[in-house]
């Protein structure tokens, strides 16, 4: 069996979904601590302006120990997001048959409260796109074992 174990990132790139399509399992890693300025809640998109940066706006002043998976959303986001992606790929050969799909994806993102969530909707919703089976868990399903 392989397995991969990675830390969640807002919509990963098309290697990590080669990576996952290799493994049988793909370990979320969200019992890792947070990052700020990282890949965990912001992604990068190319517009008619340049590159722009699309940030989860997250809660991490005074919380530097905090784990991806307690970070919490500050703020709504998925609209300004959504309009971004529209404006930018809307002309896109592949936007009006996908638009309804990954709108869908931002809708249920928007009802979240904590990351991990949001990332996890991406991730299943990419990969079932992209046709990959691998078996998604997040790290919890296996609990770390403590030392006496």
């Avoid at 517009?47 to 722009?52: Q, V």
Wanted: charged share 30%.
């Amino acid at each position: 069996m392989r397995i991969a174990i990675i830390q969640s990132c807002c919509v990963p790139s098309r290697g990590f979904f080669d990576l996952i399509g290799r493994c049988d399992e793909y370990e979320i890693f969200d019992s890792a601590q947070y990052i700020k300025r990282h890949w965990h809640n912001r992604n990068r998109v190319k517009t008619a302006s340049g590159i722009e940066w699309l940030t989860i706006p997250v809660i991490s002043k005074g919380r530097y120990e905090q784990t991806i998976d307690e970070v919490e959303i500050e703020k709504a986001w998925t609209e300004k997001h959504w309009r971004t992606l529209e404006l930018a790929y809307r002309k896109s050969p592949f936007f009006a048959r996908l638009a309804p799909t990954v709108h869908s994806w931002y809708e249920q993102a928007g009802r979240q409260k904590r990351l991990t969530d949001v990332n996890a909707i991406f991730i299943h919703g990419i990969a079932d796109l992209l046709g990959r089976t691998t078996r998604i868990l997040r790290d919890t399903a296996y609990p770390a074992e403590r030392p006496c």
